[in-house]
């Protein structure tokens, strides 16, 4: 059954009926092109958004001022709400039993230069606590964070990201220089990189120093925490909670959500991974959608081809063909033209997603898309025993009639 | 040799049953070459067909060189159809996308003979039949009497003990007609039993023995000679 002379008879049979072969070809090597396709477009989406969440802690809790939009006590409405340290204190005291890394943050103000010999870039210089690290995910490659006895002593330290280092320095050593912040020296104690692209734009001092040294005061633009071992509907009620802190500490109506922003990752990393199932749920949708296409189409045309073959089946049948050489040969066709079109189809899937991530840069939307190539190989797999079931029905139902039935078939 | 006795033949067609042989008997012995002869419906083709296990029949006996033809399963059937019979259709049925060489090597594929050796094989068959240089040919480009030839070739290629031929000059002008019955002749002479259904005189004239069939039942078996005569 499986004799060189079978397969000749095989390639002479493909060869000579081109256009069909082309067809049934076709259809498998698009299902499977298509499928490759669209599981890398999901792996992308996915990669993407999981990337921008690694870029930060995914159980931190933002807080930001706002302006109040509901008169409270005889206060009109509109007023601005201005952070200070007090803030971060009496939240740290009142709700320390859950927090792990915390900080306030204070953006200095003026031209925000940054300056070292000739060289001069302008980016956002923020006051941190040594929790930034943690919270921000700002891993330095080189040197240190900010750490406590930097905040005790008000130092003049910097922590610059890569990018900005490479502005300044070049290829020289950043590590022990001083740079100037709004003419200021400071000196530079380590080098970050964060994942994601724009928080890389900015460098960060210790908050005293920050505070002491650019007249901030005691004011803070935002604090943020992370917090351990509660649920998204624990940091719930926490929101709440904090919420009726600041707004008797500043005066404002609890129920007025525009005096003050919570950004509660917990919560958005949760509705995130729902989202992540449903793009899965989705792109399975659609890749069994396409199988199922590529199957009724190879189903399909198996179909006409063993139609349009009943009068050579006859033919064979009336010089000596027995029924099983009949399915047989019928059936290697089959699986020998979907296994090479699915073949082609995976190569070509994948060929095209490569020159995708090659030409495309990796963006917050789209990253890496990549099709998991044992479901690939498996759909090919699938494909090519339905070719085989969908040419093995009608080829038993041809070689099952009486040759002078077929032989009459025109 | 080929006995036959009380051979029915129905076939069904929806509520009708339609009687087409109804007691046929008779015996071909090696080497001979026999015409059936009838107007169409007589139920000649059908018998053919029986005669080369094409089609099942219904009731009596079928002998082929002492062997029982009763009940045969498809794959045996293939298997009779490859080693005794060698056929000859009005329209040729040659495989359109294989050369005349390769249509003609066919029968040894399913008899497992190696490829080398069937083509050529085949080449002998074809220069038998005078279409040596159309060895590469498709049959769509030969014409009728060298498509029959083809086929003839084909028929012969397995050295069958008989040939069956269903009106084998059909499609074949006056000419060409004698030429494919001068051919079957010499095949009858080198000892192939030769079973011809024709419903042409000229045609049946040329064989030694004529088998006259109506509706379904045979009206005369004889010389050929004897039988033109009664006509």
């Known amino acids: 059954m499986f004799s060189i002379d079978t397969w000749q008879e095989i390639f002479a049979t493909i060869g000579k009926n081109k256009l069909r072969s082309f067809l049934t070809a076709f259809s498998v090597a698009w299902g499977i092109f298509m499928l490759i396709v669209l599981l890398g477009a999901g792996q992308g989406l996915q990669n993407a958004v999981k990337a921008s969440f690694e870029s930060d802690a995914v159980n931190s809790i933002w807080i930001y001022p706002g302006r109040t939009s509901k008169e409270y006590k005889g206060l009109q409405p509109g007023r601005l709400t201005q952070f200070n340290n007090r803030d971060y204190s009496e939240t740290m005291f009142l709700n320390d039993n859950n927090i792990e890394y915390s900080t306030s943050n204070v953006y200095v103000r003026g031209s925000r230069t940054i300056s070292y010999g000739k060289e001069e870039v302008s980016y956002s210089i923020i006051g941190s606590y040594p929790g930034m690290r943690d919270i921000e995910q700002a891993n330095p490659i080189q040197g240190r964070f900010i750490n406590q006895i930097d905040m005790d002593e008000s130092r003049k330290s910097v922590v610059l990201s890569e990018k900005i280092r490479k502005e300044l320095f070049k290829n020289k050593e950043a590590l022990g220089e001083w740079v100037n912040l709004n003419k200021i020296p400071f000196k530079v104690i380590g080098i970050f990189e964060d994942v994601n692209e724009r928080e890389n734009d900015r460098v960060f001092i210790p908050f005293t120093t920050a505070q002491r040294s650019f007249g901030m005061s005691n004011q803070i633009n935002n604090l943020a925490f992370t917090v351990t071992g509660l649920s998204v509907s624990e940091t719930e009620k926490l929101e709440t909670k904090l919420r009726k802190q600041f707004a008797s500490r500043h005066s404002f109506d609890p129920e007025d959500d525009r005096a003050m922003y919570i950004n509660n990752s917990l919560k958005n990393f949760q509705q995130i991974s729902l989202l992540f199932i449903g793009i899965s749920a989705f792109v399975w949708l659609i890749g069994i959608g396409t199988i199922i296409a590529g199957i009724v189409g190879v189903s399909n045309i198996m179909l006409i081809v063993v139609k349009e073959r009943t009068k050579e089946i006859g033919i064979r049948k009336a010089i000596g063909a027995p029924p099983r050489s009949i399915i047989t040969h019928i059936m290697m066709e089959a699986v020998l033209i979907t296994t090479i079109a699915g073949y082609f189809g995976l190569v070509l899937g994948v060929g095209v997603l490569e020159l995708f991530s090659a030409l495309v840069p990796p963006s917050d939307f789209f990253r890496n898309p990549e099709a998991n190539i044992q479901i690939a190989l498996s759909a090919t797999v699938l494909l090519i025993i339905c070719g085989a079931i969908a040419g093995f029905v009608p080829a038993r139902r041809a070689a099952k009639i009486k040759p002078i039935v077929a032989l009459r078939d025109e | ?231």
């Open chain 2, 1 to 231: 040799m080929i006995t036959i006795k009380d051979l029915h033949k129905s076939y069904i067609m929806g509520q009708n049953s339609l009687h087409v042989l109804k007691g046929i008997e008779f015996t071909i012995n090696d080497g001979e070459l026999v015409s059936i002869m009838g107007s169409s419906g007589s139920g000649k083709s059908t018998l053919l067909n029986i005669l080369g296990l094409l089609d099942s029949y219904d009731e009596g006996t079928f002998h082929l060189n002492g062997l029982t033809m009763e009940n045969l399963s498809e794959s045996k059937a293939a298997y009779y159809r490859n080693k005794y019979f060698g056929f000859v259709f009005q329209s040729f049925n040659l495989i359109s996308f294989k050369n005349a060489q390769e249509n003609i090597a066919l029968p040894l594929y399913y008899q497992g003979v190696s490829r080398k050796k069937r083509n050529q094989i085949a080449l002998e068959y074809l220069t038998k039949v005078g279409l040596r240089d159309w060895a590469h040919h498709l049959p769509s480009e030969m014409s009728g009497g060298q498509k029959q030839r083809v086929a003839i070739a084909r028929a012969l290629v397995t050295d069958p003990s008989v040939i069956l031929a269903d009106e084998p000059t059909g499609a074949l002008d006056s000419q060409t007609s004698l030429e494919v019955m001068e051919l079957l002749t010499q095949i009858n002479n080198e000892g192939k039993t030769v079973i011809i259904v024709t419903h042409e005189q000229e045609v049946s004239a040329l064989t030694n023995r004529i088998i006259r069939l109506r509706d379904g039942l045979i009206l005369e078996d004889g010389p050929t000679e004897k039988v033109l005569a009664n006509v």
